[in-house]
């Protein structure tokens, strides 16, 4: 076994331990962060009362623009949604539901009339959607 009694050992382990103290990176100052302070940013304008009234989520809604072929698939699968939830509607209207499915009937039936009026502002992409929604929960009905 050899032993490394030599001084030149400790001189070099030293001069190593001294180059990597001196190339860290904790003798160097902090770097400045770049960025805007929260309290000097402006605030945003708070959103439309009115449109929030309505159930607007206060943003404006992008026009959407559809082809005619698409503008005819869409009515055909609003129209065919829209007559599938108010079938199962009609035939659940005037008996006695347990309250799960009067809360589904409920929900159904406010979607209908938001469909209406989507459809009727002209917002068919939003319009179907709700008629999408208002035919899976009539599937919730099980009146016969």
């Not at 989520?57 to 072929?69: H, I, L, N």
């Not at 502002?121 to 929960?137: F, H, I, W, Y």
């Amino acid at each position: 076994m050899i032993r490394m009694r030599s001084p030149w050992w400790k001189v070099s382990a030293l001069a190593l331990c001294l180059c990597t103290l001196a190339t860290a990176c904790a003798h160097q100052p902090p770097t400045r962060r770049v960025g805007v302070n929260i309290e000097s940013r402006p605030t945003p304008a708070p959103p439309d009362s009115a449109s929030l009234a309505r159930g607007g989520t206060g943003a404006r809604p992008r026009p959407v623009v559809m082809s005619d072929q698409t503008r005819r698939a869409t009515i055909s699968s609003l129209a065919a949604d829209t007559t599938t939830a108010r079938a199962a509607l009609t035939r659940c209207a005037g008996r006695k539901l347990l309250p799960d499915q009067e809360g589904v009937f409920d929900a159904t039936t406010k979607a209908l009339m938001d469909v209406r009026a989507m459809f009727a502002t002209g917002n068919l992409a939003r319009a179907e959607s709700l008629a999408r929604q208002a035919k899976q929960l009539s599937t919730s009905l099980t009146c016969r």
